[in-house]
């Protein structure tokens, strides 16, 4: 089977590195500049839809694409801890221990503007060793599903547009509890339980 694991809140913890960056740089740090206007920036909390725009307050929503694509892609995604300090190596073990030789694994994540190269550095701060990696994006994102057969993955827009052919195993997150799936885990550290059941119903 083709397996692919998205990297947001899956491997690493980008909403918790958005938060930090957005807080030093817009409410510790931020002087604001001569003539412009008062804004209160601010981040409602809790962050429970992944319309993230509507938790990270700017004063424009090309303000927030600066800030996410342009601006601070190398802090929040490049410099963004793993989900916990046991993730690449439970990660590790997955690919080297668990999957059999059959099976095909990649992963895959957001690819827009800056933060293609920044992801790419956060893999391999990590020393992660899978050779294919994907990036999508709003124009592409239908088309991953049509190369996986199962995909980890938080992301509530690639849930919600799951084949019915293919099997969905998803990372529990506050923005994301509405969303359907085949399978629901806390962590990576469930996918190990989730593959058996996969082997039994395909063997």
């Given at each position: ?5 998205d ?8 909403l918790?590195?958005?938060?930090a960056t ?46 996410l ?7 929040i995604?490049?410099h ?46 990590y ?13 592409t ?19 919600e ?8 195993i ?15 885990i ?8 989730v593959?058996?059941q996969?082997?039994l119903?395909?063997?």
């Amino acid at each position: 089977m083709k397996f692919a694991f998205d990297t947001d809140e899956v491997l690493r913890d980008t909403l918790s590195k958005m938060k930090a960056t957005y807080e030093k740089f817009f409410i510790e740090d931020y002087v604001s500049e001569e003539g412009e206007e008062e804004f209160e920036y601010k981040i409602i909390e809790p962050i429970t839809s992944h319309k993230f725009s509507e938790y990270f307050l700017f004063p424009s929503e090309s303000d927030y694409i600066n800030f996410l694509y342009l601006d601070f892609p190398m802090n929040i995604f490049g410099h963004s801890p793993s989900m916990s300090a046991n993730t690449f190596n439970t990660f590790s073990d997955i690919q080297k221990n668990v999957l059999s030789k059959r099976d095909k694994l990649s992963v895959i994540g957001m690819g827009v503007a800056k933060i293609k190269p920044a992801s790419l550095f956060f893999y391999s701060k990590y020393g992660m060793e899978v050779d294919n990696i994907q990036f999508y994006n709003k124009k592409t994102i239908k088309k991953i599903w049509s190369k996986f057969d199962v995909i980890v993955t938080a992301n509530p827009n690639l849930l919600e547009i799951k084949p019915k052919n293919k099997i969905s195993i998803k990372i529990n997150t506050d923005y994301n509890q509405n969303y359907e799936s085949d399978y629901s885990i806390d962590s990576i550290e469930g996918f190990t339980s989730v593959y058996n059941q996969l082997k039994l119903k395909h063997a």
